[in-house]
């Protein structure tokens, strides 16, 4: 079992940024891969991005150059620096983890993120 708190969501201007951060506990050592997804009112739940165990990372296209993603075993959190935000990443984000031998997935509970002027 994972457990996953998000923190750092909220209102910023277009062109602002943001960090998320997402603290797992439980079984840490049988997570895969950790990552970010969002989902927008009227709209399906997307990846943003992810990380895996070994470092490798993966960003949806409308993200690429904007959005870094990292993580910190020591700390077990994984965080999603946003910057140059615009209007329609307004959305809520979700932390995901992947975890054991069939990669199960776990989620948080959500933060929202709302871009506006």
């Known amino acids: 079992q994972v457990h996953l708190v998000e923190s750092g969501g909220g209102l910023v201007q277009p062109g602002g940024s943001l960090r998320l951060s997402c603290a797992a506990s439980?079984?840490?050592?049988?997570?895969?891969?950790m990552g970010w997804y969002r989902q927008a009112p009227g709209k399906q739940r997307e990846l943003v991005a992810e990380?895996?165990?070994?470092?490798?990372?993966n960003y949806a296209d409308s993200v690429k150059g904007r959005f870094t993603i990292s993580g910190d075993n020591a700390k077990n959190t994984v965080n999603l620096q946003m910057n140059s935000l615009k209007p329609e990443d307004t959305a809520v984000y979700y932390c995901?983890?992947?975890?054991?031998?069939?990669?199960?997935?776990?989620w948080g509970q959500g933060t929202q993120v709302t871009v506006s002027s």
């Open positions: 995901n983890a992947a975890a054991g031998y069939n990669w199960f997935y776990y």
């Open positions: 439980g079984s840490i050592s049988s997570i895969k891969a």
């Open positions: 990380i895996t165990s070994g470092g490798s990372t």
